[in-house]
């Protein structure tokens, strides 16, 4: 390998560690804050007195403190801007060094400053960095403490403590509390309560006081290889504080590690060697679980079995999830432990497992994230303001406490998993509810890499003989204090030590690595369980990928408008316990990346987890042939843990490969002279390179590399160029998620602004997308219905898609928020806008609402318009007193304004109010591009293309005010009867009860529990008065809420005497579409009697006026097949997708209507002494007969069935007639076809009426019920009916008792 900087082409890919890197304080900069800060005009003045020399040197030192530095915090405390001191080698091609990025997550805090009375155990962390094409590179820190030799950095520290000092004591005598105790009680340390004090603890004397500043080495590496990587760099530092130099110098292993180590092979293992001892890593096989080396055991430990499966659940259904933790590591031992388990499938999103402190704004990206957040020592969780919390699950790791989302689907099984993960864990000694205890101490201290060094609480390693910790903990007035009072009680604390467990080093240096073996055995087991589950829940998954394009480029081209799954097929064939948690997974970025990867696999290597997750599919496959257990929600445990363990184990006892030893390198004498404490400089010539010799990895990788190239060279001659190529793949796979991480390298606001631009981009697309989705999967089901009123998708999958987007509103909501109040950013902008308008004295007028204005009707009858209004809308959510909280109230808003079409309008509204925008929202906002806001809010129009009732299904238990009113026919009868008129109002879910409508009154509110979609009205009179008859052309009654206005049409009398003698009447509704306030007037009015067929139908049934075109029988009969049709595929549809069965019976063109046209062919209806005759005067006229001819002895066998038909059918009629209902002629026959129905006795009782002896006089020769065939077909049409179980609504069949 040659040329400098950039090693031969084919070694380097395949090298174990990338770069080195080498952080601290820079001697020539000096002190520069963090955070741009200090009166640097105070600086000037305070430096008058000294001697000019150090005064112009120190000066240049804090020259950069500008206005704004916090005096609260001591020097000591504060932060200071760190730099990358040197990293080698200096670039690779493949992988560019980018230094802000590193320098960044290498000290997340920047430099901190300690003196000899401080803590000064060394820290190992480590961090990721992942690139724009989604790879990824790993780094490892040690962090430890140096001396300060730079007499100017002391001197400035110096400074800054005497401002500091003085900027306190001024600000306590201002407050006019002058005495010593409330000075120091001001101060940083609480406890102080003397000047003394506060100058010996809360100071720097140069004279007295050794200062000390953090420095940290770094290994970047491209597999997360994390304990070989801590084993190495604890070396280093080890060599670096040993009182005894290195066997040899510090370059010649650091050049080892970057040159000469090679990454092990996948299925191998491979020997390297640090400063004093061998280090072991390996690699699993291209068919195992790829590589993961963070110790899953802490994580279960931190958190617990329980919480880690809510989490790992919130991060499968894409939600913000936020880690929060004073360690770096334990940061990223949990984003990656859980990140791990997601396998096959990979986190899409933004994923930053340690957020540096000048990144905090990215909490607002209001995109899915995975990020890792350092809490302050002592500060809780209430402190912490997070722009957006409707979607968010916290988790505090060092307080073993998570924070959920209100509303989120279980994992499958989930109960059954936890037992089996607990299971697995108990094997190794791991309490299932985690062990924070544990988690601190005792376990860090059994999981020690080297034998001689003790972790303490925040995964500092210190080496036990360089530092005698009681030494150094003797001048501490805490342990001092503590000292005292163990004296006082009769503890004896003199000989305490701090050290490892004194056993013999042999013995130490196994259970080290058997601890090891432990974690990786159990890392393992832990995911085989976490993958078995999923190769589980996807066996199938296959059959369900649509591959429609014929060849990659047509398919990447036109990957937005395909449909790459067949989500509704899948999810129909899933067991149903699991579907609220699939119907939301299918939906996210990570399922959609699966299955694009394996689309790809056509054209391309198959992406390595797909790989290994097929080949685990094609084994159960082979063992279950086509299992039939897989459509089951039976649970299957994991059979392959001992195999997974045992690879490993086998690896890692049989050494594979070993590393070239570290040796001599051609360097200059008397550079790099060993200093104790003190890292050397390193000789950056013999590192910038690797060695120019091919060795015996070199022409492995050569290979490796030659078939990438061949690879290339295929990919360009596609047609596409590699360019375009890239680009599309890049948008086809970032559908809805467009930053992985932000960019750590420069945060100027120009790149914080294209960084939110995308942001919005990334918003309108989605909302593009997220609409476009909804009317398609509800106009592809309304397509389907055929001959049925309501059409619906599964409600299950609608009620995915509007909680997507509600959460996709609230993300927009609190994108940009000034100031955050409240957990939804869209409810606290919604309260703040109802205030104001409430304060106005028009107040919640929108211009679209009529007001109170009230329409006529051609009847004259009133029907008020229902006023459109935003904050009526949120009122009426504000009283639903079941929702608790503001996320909640959110949501609800959101589903009322959808059912009601408003979603567009009343979100036009709130931010019409422009200056109420710019008060709660930065420029960059969403909600402050004009232009990507109204293409927002006409996506969100294009729901008004169909009918929702997501308010009115999901709060079913909500009181709801309805209006009713009866329209009559006037022309032909008086307006208002003088009986006393009633109605009762029927829903899915429940009825209103009979109510009484007042007296001389058409119109009546009342208010029930939420009646869901309304169905039937049961209408009637007591015939009381002089005015009695009454003719009744239909009822409307509306929800007051939704504003679902329903109409019922009846145009029937009601009374004794006409018509059928009626008094009351069973009306089914229908919901009436309105589009517009204004339509909904005129479809109030009572619509021309020709068009309104239920009326015209039951009007020439009862001669009132007679119809002139009959139908003939041809019709008759297809009206039957259609009416029975209908409900047979009522039955076929998933339950939850079924409409009303009442309107299939009963409606206009169900199946009572149909029999009615059979009954009514050729039937003899002429007045009889002007008085009508019925089709029930012809069933009773049968039931007489039945019930006389019963009389007759008949033993043959074949008429013991008629008889027992003859004797049911005579016991329905007689139980409608003898119910105490005032029902007329026409309603009868309707409860005895609904009751035949159900008890699936039609096909039984058709024959009988066909043979009776009444037949002949009622009905003309050629009458359907006369023709033998016809008669025969409706019997086998009937017949299909036989095998539903057909349930009636309480309201149809209500006082019958059969």
């Known amino acids: 390998m040659s040329g400098s900087g950039n090693p031969g082409p084919g070694a380097a890919p395949c090298r174990f560690a990338h770069y080195f890197v080498l952080c601290g304080i820079d001697a ?48 000591l405390r504060r932060t200071f801007k760190s730099k990358v001191l040197a990293h080698y080698p200096q670039n690779i091609e493949w992988n560019p060094f980018d230094q802000d990025a590193v320098n960044m997550l290498c000290m997340p805090k920047g430099l901190s400053f300690r003196t000899q009375a401080d803590n000064r155990d060394p820290q190992l962390h480590s961090f990721i960095i992942t690139r724009e094409d989604g790879s990824r590179t790993y780094g490892f820190v040690l962090t430890f403490y140096e001396e300060v030799t730079s007499k100017q950095i002391c001197t400035a520290m110096q400074t800054l403590y005497q401002m500091h000092n003085a900027e306190q004591y001024s600000s306590v005598c201002a407050s006019s509390s002058c005495s010593m105790d409330s000075l120091a009680s001001s101060i940083d340390d609480a406890d102080a309560t003397s000047l003394a004090k506060l100058q010996r ?66 299925g191998r293992s491979l020997k390297f060697y640090g ?239 058997e601890l090891e073996l432990r974690d990786y055995k159990l890392n393992v087991q832990l995911r085989e369980v976490f993958a078995n589950r999923f190769t589980q829940l996807f066996a199938d998954y296959e059959a369900f990928v649509i591959q429609a394009a014929p060849d990659m480029e047509s398919w990447l081209t036109n990957r937005e408008q395909m449909q790459n799954f067949d989500k509704a097929s899948f999810l129909s064939d899933q067991p149903e316990p699991y579907l609220p948690f699939l119907s939301h997974f299918i939906e996210t970025q990570m399922f959609a990346t699966f299955i694009d990867n394996k689309i790809m696999s056509q054209w391309e290597e198959k992406d390595p987890f797909l790989r290994v997750f097929d080949s685990r ?184 898609l509007i909680a997507s987007l509600c959460d996709l509103l609230e993300r927009i909501w609190s994108h940009g928020l000034q100031v955050k109040q409240g957990k939804s950013a869209l409810w606290s902008h919604l309260l703040q806008y109802q205030e104001r308008e409430e304060k106005q004295e028009h107040s919640a007028e929108s211009p679209v609402g009529g007001g109170t204005e009230r329409r006529k009707s051609d009847t004259g009858i009133t029907l008020p318009t229902l006023r459109v209004s935003l904050i009526q809308d949120m009122r009426h ?94 022309k032909l009868s008086n307006a208002i009867t003088t009986s006393n008129p009633w109605i009762c109002v029927s829903g899915e879910l429940g009825d209103s009860g009979v109510m009484q409508i007042p007296k001389n009154h058409l119109e009546m509110t009342f208010e029930c529990q939420n009646l869901g979609k309304l169905t039937t009205v049961q209408i009637g009179h007591d015939n009381s008065g002089l005015l009695a008859k009454w003719l009744v052309d239909c009822v409307m009654v509306r929800n007051e809420i939704t504003g679902h206005t329903y109409k019922f049409p009846c145009g029937r009398w009601l009374g004794k005497g006409v018509d059928d003698g009626s008094l009351e009447r069973i009306l089914i509704g229908e919901l009436v579409s309105s589009t517009s306030d204004e339509e909904l007037g005129k479809q109030c009015r009572t619509p021309p009697q020709q068009k309104s067929p239920t009326v015209t139908r039951r009007l020439s049934i009862t001669s009132l006026t007679g119809r002139n075109t009959k139908p003939n029988a041809g019709q008759i009969q297809e009206g039957i097949g259609e009416a029975v049709n209908n409900i047979v595929k009522h039955f076929h549809k998933p339950e939850k997708e079924r409409g009303s069965l009442t309107i299939l019976l009963c409606g206009e063109n169900g199946l009572v209507a149909a029999l009615e046209q059979v009954f009514h062919h050729g039937f003899k209806s002429a007045r009889i002494f002007h008085k009508n005759v019925f089709i029930w005067d012809f069933i009773e006229k049968a039931v007489a007969y039945f019930e006389t001819s019963d009389q007759i002895g008949d033993n043959e066998e074949a008429l013991l069935l008629q008889r027992s038909s003859c004797k049911t059918f005579c016991h329905y009629v007689n139980a409608i007639n003898t119910a105490p209902r005032n029902i007329g002629k026409d309603g009868k026959f309707q409860i005895l076809v609904c009751l035949g129905t159900r008890d699936h006795l039609l096909s039984q009782w058709i024959p009988l009426l066909a043979e009776c002896p009444p037949i002949t006089r009622m009905y003309e020769e050629n009458a359907l019920l006369r023709d033998r065939m016809t008669v025969n077909s409706l019997i086998r049409v009937l017949q299909t009916l036989q095998d539903f179980n057909i349930i009636l609504e309480g309201s149809l069949i209500k006082g019958v008792d059969v």
């Open 28 to 75: 020539e900069s000096g002190l520069e804050p963090d955070e741009l800060a200090v009166l640097y005009q105070y600086l000037q003045a305070d430096l008058h007195g000294k001697s000019s020399d150090t005064a112009d040197k120190t000066s240049v030192i804090i020259s950069s403190f500008v206005a704004g530095e916090n005096f609260d915090q001591s020097p």
């Open 201 to 266: 603890y809360n100071s720097y004397d140069i004279s007295r006081d050794t200062l000390y500043v953090s420095k940290c080495i770094c290994l970047i590496t491209p597999l997360p290889f994390m304990q070989a990587c801590k084993k190495f760099l604890i070396q280093l530092y080890k060599a670096v504080t040993s009182q005894q130099p290195p066997p040899l110098p510090l370059e010649s292993y650091i050049h080892n590690i970057l040159y000469e180590v090679p990454l092990p092979p996948p």
């Open 275 to 513: 400063v004093y001892e061998p280090i072991i890593c390996q690699r699993p096989g291209p068919n195992e679980l790829p590589l993961s080396d963070y110790p899953l055991r802490e994580v279960f430990e931190l958190l617990g079995l329980e919480n880690l499966v809510q989490v790992f659940t919130c991060v499968l259904l894409e939600m913000q999830i936020l880690l929060y933790s004073q360690d770096y590591q334990r940061l990223m031992t949990v984003a990656e432990g859980i990140t791990t388990l997601l396998f096959p499938f990979q986190w899409q999103h933004v994923y930053v497992p340690i957020l540096p402190a000048s990144l905090l704004h990215f909490l607002d990206a209001p995109v899915p994230y995975l990020m890792g957040l350092q809490s302050k020592e002592g500060t809780d969780r209430s402190k912490l303001e997070l722009p957006q919390e409707a979607n968010l699950c916290f988790v505090d790791i060092d307080n073993h406490f998570i924070e959920l989302p209100e509303e989120f689907p279980q994992f499958p099984n989930k109960l059954e998993f936890i037992q089996e993960i607990s299971e697995v864990l108990l094997q190794f000694g791991i309490p299932p509810e985690g062990n924070l205890h544990c988690s601190d101490s005792a376990t860090k201290l059994k999981n020690l890499v080297l034998s001689d060094l003790v972790n303490d609480k925040k995964n500092g390693n210190i080496p036990s003989n360089a530092l005698n910790m009681y030494e150094l903990l003797k001048g501490n007035e805490t342990i001092a204090r503590l000292q005292a009072l163990a004296k006082r009680t009769g503890v004896t604390m003199e000989k305490m030590t701090i050290s490892t467990p004194l056993t013999e080093e042999k013995d130490g240096k196994l259970s080290c690595e």
């Open 617 to 800: 599919i094609e084994k159960i496959r082979l063992y279950n042939v086509r299992a039939p257990a897989l459509r089951t929600s039976n649970y299957q445990k994991c059979s392959t843990l001992k195999e997974a363990a045992q690879s490993i184990e086998q690896r890692l006892m049989k050494i594979d490969h070993t590393a070239i030893h570290p040796h001599l390198l051609d360097m200059k004498i008397g550079q790099g002279k060993y200093e104790q404490g003190f890292f050397p400089k390193l000789q950056s010539d013999v590192l910038a390179t690797g060695p120019t010799n091919n060795n015996r990895w070199a022409s492995r990788s050569a290979s490796t590399q030659r078939r990438k190239d061949r690879l290339r060279q295929h990919s360009e001659h596609i047609a596409l160029d590699n360019d375009m190529r890239e680009k599309y793949m890049q948008e086809a796979r970032s559908l809805g998620k467009n930053l992985r991480q932000p960019k750590l390298s420069d945060l100027s606001p120009a790149v914080i602004a294209q960084t939110n631009w995308k942001f919005v981009e990334g918003l309108l697309k989605e909302c593009r997308m997220k609409t476009k989705r909804m009317l398609v999967e509800k106009m592809g089901h309304e397509a389907v219905e055929l001959g049925h009123g309501e059409a619906n998708i599964t409600g299950l999958e609608e009620n995915t």
């Open 877 to 970: 959510v504000q009283n639903m007193s079941e929702i608790k909280t503001d996320v909640g109230r959110a949501r609800a808003w959101i589903r009322l304004s959808l059912e009601k079409k408003l979603l567009s309008q009343h979100l036009k509204q709130l931010l019409s109010n422009q200056a109420l925008a710019k008060k709660l929202y930065k420029r960059y906002a969403f909600l402050r591009c004009e232009e990507e806001r109204e293409q927002f809010l006409y996506h969100l129009l294009s729901l008004n293309a169909v009918d929702y009732f997501c308010f009115t299904s999901v709060f079913t238990t909500i009181m709801i005010p309805y209006r009713s009113v009866i329209i009559p026919i006037k």
